[in-house]
């Protein structure tokens, strides 16, 4: 499975980060930003894990000095379409707009890609 994590801005609990980690295998791909918050907290914690059950990470970080109008709107279009998730698991606590641009282009793709937030993504996996 390939998975897409996305974090609103400044997202930091570690009990969900776990949650989600501890259900995924070693078979599953990871596809993540890598900005603070989330994405340095699933990078850091990744590592902890043994290679046994670790999960490959795909890193896509915004190009700003690139595209500084909209780098964090095309990084999320390449994390769809480059990373070919079948699940976005979104960690949030009200309205974020960079989830709103994730399921935009999700929702553009041939494939289905599967909408969770974090508790129903676990609750799903664990059935």
Do not use: C
Request: net charge negative; no cysteine; proline share 7%.
């Amino acid at each position: 499975m390939i998975v897409l994590l996305h974090g609103e801005p400044g997202w930091n609990r570690w009990p969900p980060i776990r949650k989600v980690f501890d259900v995924l295998t070693r078979h599953d791909t990871v596809v993540y930003d890598g900005a603070r918050g989330l994405g340095s907290m699933a990078e850091f914690y990744v590592m902890t894990l043994k290679a046994t059950k670790r999960p490959t990470m795909e890193l896509h970080r915004a190009e700003w000095p690139k595209y500084p109008e909209d780098a964090d709107t095309r990084r999320n279009q390449r994390m769809v379409l480059v990373g070919n998730p079948s699940a976005i698991v979104l960690f949030r606590d009200g309205p974020d707009g960079g989830a709103d641009d994730l399921i935009a282009v999700a929702e553009k793709v041939p494939q289905r890609i599967t909408v969770y937030e974090w508790e129903d993504f676990v609750e799903t996996m664990q059935r």
